[in-house]
């Protein structure tokens, strides 16, 4: 124990903003929708935020871990920068409870020691900056909860010329959205699923605040925004809903916005059901492309054909992936298609793609007090 009676070391202690204090003594905070109302010393859902001397604070603030150097296609981010590497790194706690966490020892953990890394805002920007990361990812666990580090983070990279790129669920309120994503260049969000039921008893959450962080990203930010949703066999893969969940990107979003469809793998409190066949990967996409979506991809399987982005207006291959990967490169300098001069959404180097490829790179920072 600290002396703050936190199970944190006092320098990663802060006091956050989100927060209000209710007529019957607790302090209700106001980052996220679950709303926890703690009394003095208890902890939020997602860990990492506590009521500590009358206020809400941070108990994880410049701590991570881990950090490593990864292609940014494995967010998976396959319009934004393809080919260059990114800095990854999370904390510890999670605002959702999904059943099937496939990173479930990281977002699920309440212990300290999973917080084995240490290192401020601007060296981890300068330490991006010297790997040639063209940017910082904020992956592993949702950044939401770590609010005021990832921000920090945000800004000393913007300062460095490195860019920023959340990987989130989304599970967050309009006001600290709106500071969060000022801050932010690209965002992966993962759309569980598309009905209140799923996301209540597998996530213990809701999909309305989910589908207000999309449009907001979407129609209020210039920020590059991907979807993520992994399919479960029996719980979020049937017609009906991919068909409604595909829909809805498309008016709402725009037939632009590149949808992935990952393959699930039994983890966490969910080992009852079976890998995620590739016909549903597959047959998820054929439904996605039907419905009008231009770039849709599947993920944890395989399969270079669907990995690949084909232009929207001759189908010819403008960048082809095997996995993380880059093979042929069809675009010019202002990301048009060479074969026909349309435009590919994105955001592309001039200099053309990167070629970090698939390696993986741990980076360890010094111990900090």
């Given at each position: ?10 320098e990663s202690i802060v006091p956050t903003k989100y ?260 016909e549903t990967l597959t ?87």
């Open positions: 124990m600290s002396e703050s009676g936190l199970a944190a070391p006092e927060w209000q204090r209710r007529e019957d003594g607790r302090i209700q905070c106001d980052l996220c929708p679950r709303f926890c109302k703690l009394q003095e010393g208890q902890r939020g859902l997602c860990f990492v935020r506590a009521r500590h001397g009358g206020q809400i604070v941070l108990t994880t603030y410049g701590r991570a871990s881990g950090f490593c150097v990864d292609p940014i296609e494995k967010k998976p981010l396959n319009h934004y920068y393809p080919g260059t590497s990114v800095l990854s790194f999370g904390t510890a706690g999670c605002n959702l409870a999904c059943r099937f966490c496939q990173n479930w020892d990281i977002s699920k953990s309440r212990e300290d020691d999973t917080l084995t890394d240490r290192a401020s805002p601007e060296a981890i920007a300068q330490r991006a900056a010297d790997l040639g990361c063209k940017s910082v990812a904020f992956t592993y666990n949702d950044p939401v909860i770590f609010h005021e580090f990832a921000i920090a983070v945000a800004a000393a990279c913007r300062a460095r010329g490195v860019k920023t790129v959340a990987v989130t669920a989304g599970y967050v309120v309009a006001e600290p959205r709106t500071e969060f994503y000022a801050h932010i260049d690209g965002a992966n969000v993962d759309l569980k699923g598309f009905s209140e039921v799923f996301y209540r008893r597998a996530c213990a959450g809701r999909l309305g605040p989910v589908l207000e962080t999309l449009e907001y990203i979407h129609n209020e930010t210039d920020v590059w925004l991907e979807v993520t949703t992994l399919l479960i066999p029996g719980l979020n893969d049937s017609v009906a809903e991919l068909d409604r969940l595909t829909s809805w990107i498309v008016e709402r979003l725009g037939p632009d916005v590149p949808l992935h469809f990952t393959a699930f793998h039994p983890d966490f409190k969910m080992q009852d059901r079976p890998p995620t066949p590739r047959g998820a996409r054929r439904i996605a492309i039907g419905n009008g979506l231009r770039y849709v991809y599947t993920g944890n399987v395989s399969d270079a054909a669907s990995q690949t982005t084909y232009c929207a207006d001759c189908d010819g291959v403008v960048i082809e992936r095997d996995g993380y990967r880059l093979g042929r490169w069809n675009l010019d300098d202002a990301g048009h298609c060479l074969s026909c001069g349309s435009d590919c959404p994105g955001e592309f180097d001039p200099a053309g793609p990167g070629t970090w490829g698939a390696r993986r790179l741990p980076v360890h920072f010094a111990q900090q007090r």
